[in-house]
């Protein structure tokens, strides 16, 4: 399985890719991750990009993450001010469009087909909302990168220096 990856390095935006497979160890991971930025009490805007060949969730990882958003309504609700999610495949979004009709997502969501649409639309209601929105932000959001992996922070291959 592998690992969701994400950043709050352009805080109040959290950018999320969803890898193409991923197991309940990885979801559990994920939720006890997204809990922690409830905890500051800030408002934010979710992007979550899916990758290209992304699977459906099994059903033990889809009915965890049910119950997590029916835990945490409260604060989707207060924190979370809009999601927008990427998804290439047009049956794939129309489905999930049609998914948030039948079930009221407890927050705004759109599913998009691109990057820049989503990060242009997570910025507008960051500022509808009145959340400040940092310089990097600005910069990201007025020359958007093609995709997500771009807002990914990249870690040093370099060994830590050592203290004498």
């Known amino acids: 399985m592998s690992r969701f990856e994400y950043s709050t390095q352009y805080w109040p935006l959290f950018v999320t890719i969803t890898p193409a497979r991923f197991g309940i160890e990885d979801v559990d991971r994920y939720i006890a991750d997204v809990n922690r930025l409830y905890d500051r009490r800030e408002r934010f805007a979710t992007l979550v990009q899916t990758s290209p060949n992304t699977t459906v969730p099994g059903a033990l990882e889809r009915r965890r993450l049910a119950d997590w958003q029916n835990e945490t309504i409260e604060s989707i609700r207060r924190y979370n001010v809009f999601t927008a999610t990427v998804v290439r495949s ?6 999930m469009t049609a998914m948030h009709w039948v079930f009221r997502p407890p927050n ?26 940092p310089e ?26 050592r203290m004498l």
């Not at 047009?90 to 489905?95: K, L, N, Q, S």
């Not at 969501?109 to 929105?133: H, M, N, T, W, Y």
């Not at 990097?136 to 040093?156: F, T």
């Open 108 to 133: 705004e969501q759109v599913v998009v087909d691109s990057f820049g649409v989503a990060l242009e639309r997570c910025v507008a209601k960051l500022r509808e909302a009145r959340c400040p929105i």
């Open 90 to 95: 047009p049956v794939v979004r129309g489905a």
């Open 136 to 161: 990097a932000l600005a910069r990201v959001a007025a020359n958007p990168p093609a995709s997500a992996e771009a807002l990914m922070p990249r870690h040093s291959t370099m060994p830590p220096a």
